[in-house]
């Protein structure tokens, strides 16, 4: 499909169809209909699907689980580090915090809320994300190490919930 070279008369040519006083409206290509011409284009919105508040909140979420979940395998699987120590915890929800902030930045993910469910989505994978390891202990055997996954099933049961180092079973 060839598109017709145009010049400034041709652009001239519409400035003057739409500027001339017994036209009405214009065609805008992008909205794909006639514009009043008395209509403001700030008043002109385009369609955009907004996404549901329940959505952006799940999203966020889990953006902020993956973020913990990047900051434990770097620790267990690069570092080898014992997750006992409360400097160790430290260093790995700063980790976290920083995947978090950087994975929020690519997907778009800055609001107030969205950064209020992302802390929620480490807090949850903080204290629940031991309950992946036992819905898929083969799946996370690959992604953190298979000692970790024995030590974990060890000393947490399924459907349990970890605050200090004390297992809550539900």
Request: glycine share 6%.
């Amino acid at each position: 499909m060839a598109v017709m070279k145009q010049d400034i008369n041709d652009f001239n040519a519409r400035v003057k169809r739409i500027k001339n006083p017994r036209n009405k409206s214009y065609y805008d290509p992008d909205l794909g209909m006639h514009i009043p011409k008395r209509v403001t284009r700030d008043k002109i919105k385009k369609v955009n699907d907004e996404e549901s508040f329940l959505g952006k909140f799940i999203v966020s979420m889990i953006i902020g689980g993956l973020a913990m979940m990047f900051a434990q395998v770097v620790r267990i699987r690069y570092f080898a580090l014992p997750g006992e120590s409360d400097m160790i915890m430290v260093l790995e929800l700063f980790m976290a915090f920083w995947a978090m902030l950087l994975l929020s930045t690519l997907l778009d993910r800055r609001k107030l809320l969205e950064r209020f469910a992302q802390v929620a989505g480490i807090a949850v994978m903080l204290t629940a994300g031991h309950n992946l390891i036992w819905r898929w202990p083969e799946a996370m055997a690959y992604v953190y190490t298979t000692e970790h996954v024995a030590q974990v099933m060890e000393a947490t049961t399924q459907h349990s919930i970890v605050y200090r180092g004390t297992v809550f079973g539900l």
